[in-house]
C-alpha cells in the first residue's frame, strides 16, 4: 500500500540527544521499517510546502502516519481539514504519541484528547487487552519499554470503538494507550509510545504493532454512500 509518514521533523533538528537517537528524523526511522515490510512510503514534514500533504499526496495515501508534538498550532487549518476530508473518504490513518494533541486528530475526535504526563524514565508495561485482535498480531501477554514518557489517565478521548492496548508505568499511572476509531469511511489507530527522546522506535515490538496497525487501517473497499434526495429503488405504492 502507499503511506505517508508525517513528522514536525524539529526536535531533531534543534535538540542534539533528539538528534543523537533519530540522525534523519522520525519519519524516516518509521518510514524506514515500513519500507522493509513491503510497503511503498514517501515522508512529509512541517516545513515543506503545505507540510508535504499536497491534494496530490493525499489522493494517493491508503495510510498517513502522523508524529507531532511542539508544533501543532503550526499546522495550517485548511491542511488539517484536507487530512480530516481524507479520512472520513476512507484514508487510514495511525497517530503516534503526542500526536494526540494534533489539530487532526482533535477534530476527528471533538473532545480536547488532554491527558497527565511526566518524563521521569518510567519503565511502561504495555498489556494487551483484545488478543484476537490484529494490531496485537505477534505480541505477547504485554511488551515493555524499559524508559518512556509517562501518560497517564483521564485521557480526554471518545470511548474508543476497540481497546487494544492499556498501559502500566513504574510511577504507578495507567493509560489507554492502543485504541481504534472510525470515521466515515475511514480506521484511526492511537498507539501511545515514542517520546522523541527515547529510542522507542527502534523496539522490534513496537515497529511490529505499528506495521499492524498501517494494515488494519487500510481502506478494503469498502462502499462509497450517496447521500441527500434520493430516488425510489423500487416502485411505491398508491395509498
Same mark, same amino acid.
Request: include cysteine; proline fraction near 4%.
Given at each position: 500500500?502507499?503511506? !505517508?509518514?508525517?513528522?514536525?521533523?524539529?526536535?531533531?533538528?534543534?535538540?542534539?540527544?533528539?538528534?543523537?537517537?533519530?540522525?534523519?528524523?522520525?519519519?524516516?526511522?518509521?518510514?524506514?521499517?515500513?519500507?522493509?515490510?513491503?510497503?511503498?512510503?514517501?515522508?512529509?514534514?512541517?516545513? /515543506?510546502?503545505?507540510?508535504?500533504?499536497? $491534494? /496530490?499526496?493525499?489522493?494517493?495515501?491508503?495510510?498517513?502516519?502522523?508524529?507531532?508534538?511542539?508544533?501543532?498550532?503550526?499546522?495550517?487549518?485548511?491542511?488539517?481539514?484536507?487530512?480530516?476530508? %481524507?479520512?472520513?473518504?476512507?484514508?487510514?490513518?495511525?497517530?503516534?504519541?503526542?500526536?494526540?494533541?494534533?489539530?487532526?486528530?482533535?477534530?476527528?475526535?471533538?473532545? !480536547?484528547?488532554?491527558?497527565?504526563?511526566? /518524563?521521569?524514565?518510567?519503565?511502561? %508495561?504495555?498489556?494487551?487487552?483484545?488478543?484476537?485482535?490484529?494490531?496485537?498480531?505477534?505480541?505477547?501477554?504485554?511488551?515493555?519499554?524499559?524508559?518512556?514518557?509517562?501518560?497517564? /489517565?483521564?485521557?480526554?478521548?471518545?470511548?474508543? $470503538?476497540?481497546?487494544?492496548?492499556?498501559?502500566?508505568?513504574?510511577?504507578?499511572?495507567?493509560?489507554?494507550?492502543?485504541?481504534?476509531?472510525? %470515521?466515515?469511511?475511514?480506521?484511526?489507530?492511537?498507539?501511545?509510545?515514542?517520546?522523541?527522546?527515547?529510542?522507542?522506535?527502534?523496539?522490534?515490538?513496537?515497529?511490529?504493532?505499528?506495521?499492524?496497525?498501517?494494515?488494519?487501517?487500510?481502506?478494503?473497499?469498502?462502499?462509497?454512500?450517496?447521500?441527500?434526495?434520493?430516488?425510489?429503488?423500487?416502485?411505491?405504492?398508491?395509498?
Amino acid at each position: 500500500m502507499n503511506i !505517508t509518514v508525517w513528522n514536525e521533523y524539529r526536535h531533531e533538528k534543534e535538540n542534539p540527544v533528539v538528534a543523537d537517537i533519530y540522525p534523519n528524523g522520525i519519519h524516516n526511522t518509521i518510514a524506514g521499517f515500513l519500507e522493509e515490510a513491503g510497503h511503498m512510503v514517501r515522508t512529509a514534514t512541517l516545513d /515543506e510546502e503545505q507540510h508535504g500533504l499536497t $491534494e /496530490e499526496v493525499l489522493a494517493n495515501t491508503d495510510v498517513l502516519v502522523w508524529w507531532g508534538h511542539k508544533a501543532h498550532d503550526e499546522v495550517e487549518e485548511d491542511i488539517a481539514e484536507a487530512v480530516k476530508q %481524507r479520512v472520513l473518504e476512507g484514508m487510514g490513518l495511525v497517530v503516534l504519541h503526542s500526536a494526540h494533541f494534533s489539530k487532526v486528530f482533535r477534530k476527528l475526535m471533538g473532545t !480536547t484528547c488532554d491527558l497527565k504526563w511526566r /518524563e521521569a524514565d518510567d519503565r511502561e %508495561r504495555m498489556w494487551v487487552v483484545d488478543p484476537a485482535h490484529p494490531i496485537t498480531e505477534g505480541i505477547g501477554q504485554y511488551l515493555e519499554i524499559e524508559k518512556e514518557e509517562m501518560y497517564g /489517565e483521564h485521557f480526554d478521548i471518545p470511548t474508543p $470503538e476497540e481497546l487494544i492496548f492499556i498501559s502500566w508505568f513504574e510511577g504507578g499511572e495507567v493509560f489507554r494507550s492502543g485504541a481504534t476509531f472510525k %470515521r466515515g469511511r475511514g480506521k484511526i489507530f492511537y498507539f501511545r509510545p515514542g517520546h522523541e527522546t527515547y529510542p522507542t522506535y527502534y523496539n522490534k515490538e513496537v515497529q511490529r504493532v505499528i506495521q499492524n496497525g498501517v494494515n488494519w487501517a487500510q481502506n478494503n473497499g469498502t462502499p462509497t454512500h450517496i447521500y441527500g434526495n434520493a430516488e425510489p429503488i423500487e416502485n411505491i405504492s398508491e395509498k
